[in-house]
């Protein structure tokens, strides 16, 4: 039985790192499907929905319950580390469409984009923070390599709803933002206040109005 357990985590290893190379192949590919035959905006909400339950499903494969509680688990988090947790909300907020759409948001916005925005931020936390930090005890296995995949999958969303700053543009800031998030997560070992973080930059897009039409 032991043996078994071995091999066992060693393929899960080896498959964690298949992930970040593999998942936004996939997911571009879905996403190109998708658009095939369906209007651009429910292409890329069912390409996200699609993405959403691959995350959960990696996820719950990996660690299991116990890993999921692990790594949700409270910690300590002050000096730079919040700083790390502030500084891509404050640049959200500041340089983001916050302020611009603010003005025409409605209620229905707002409760489509607290859903949109706890899935997203919570299953993509777990995934590309917490589960590798579970799984693996260095900086490059745990933080940098997995966050170079999170950032490189947004291409696939963004084949199907471009960026009007630029592709590019927006890969860039999900890796800014990326490496903030993973190393507290690094440091930490839980996914606890990157979940915050992430979940309030997300929600500031008020992301439902790329569904709504409005």
């Known amino acids: ?66 890993g999921f509680s692990r790594i949700m688990m409270s910690s300590q988090c002050g000096g730079a580390l919040s700083i790390l947790l502030v500084i891509p909300v404050a640049l959200a907020i500041g340089f983001g469409p916050f302020l611009k759409r603010l003005p025409i948001v409605t209620p229905l916005v707002v409760t489509l984009s607290l859903l949109q ?32 995949g999170f950032a490189v999958w947004h291409f696939a969303p963004l084949s199907v709803i471009p960026y009007s700053h630029g592709q590019t543009r927006f890969v860039v800031s999900a890796l800014f933002l990326g490496l903030c998030w993973g190393l ?3 440091r930490t070992k839980s996914v606890r206040w990157t979940i915050l973080s992430h979940f309030l930059v997300d929600f500031s897009g008020f992301g439902a109005l790329a569904y709504l039409g409005t």
């Open 1 to 66: 039985m032991e043996s078994w357990n071995d091999w066992a985590q060693t393929m899960r290893s080896k498959l964690l790192l298949v992930y970040p190379v593999l998942l936004p192949v996939v997911m571009f590919a879905v996403f190109q499907a998708y658009s095939h035959f369906l209007t651009p905006k429910f292409a890329h909400l069912s390409g996200m929905a699609t993405y959403w339950l691959l995350l959960l499903v990696v996820s719950l494969r990996c660690t299991g319950t116990k």
């Open 117 to 148: 925005s706890l899935a997203n931020a919570n299953l993509e936390e777990i995934f590309w923070r917490g589960v590798y930090v579970d799984s693996f005890p260095d900086v490059w296995r745990a933080y940098l390599y997995p966050t170079a």
């Open 184 to 186: 507290v997560a690094f």
